[in-house]
């Protein structure tokens, strides 16, 4: 049986990956989210597309503040994995199936 994806019924609300929030860790906190997110996208967890977890599950459910989110999504925007739509959130761009995802 296939691992569900984000996205695919019930979109944010899966997450592949054991997503902490340490501040113990020396890696800033948004640096680590954007690596768990690019290997969510780049193993084809998140689909082209479709909408990265929101802001409320990565900051209540797993202990990062909007600033570390916001910060994650600009990281790979400027990568050109995801792209975002005002008053929707963050999707993974196309392009990511060129990076091994999707």
Partial sequence: MREPRVGSGGAGHWWGVAVTNDPEEPVPAYRRLAAMLREEIVRGRIEPDRPLPSEDLL??????????????????????LVYTIEGQGAYVSTRAEETGGG
């Fill in 59 to 80: 900051v209540h459910e797993h202990g990062f503040t909007p600033n570390d989110v916001h910060r994650a999504v600009e990281v790979l925007s400027g990568e050109g």
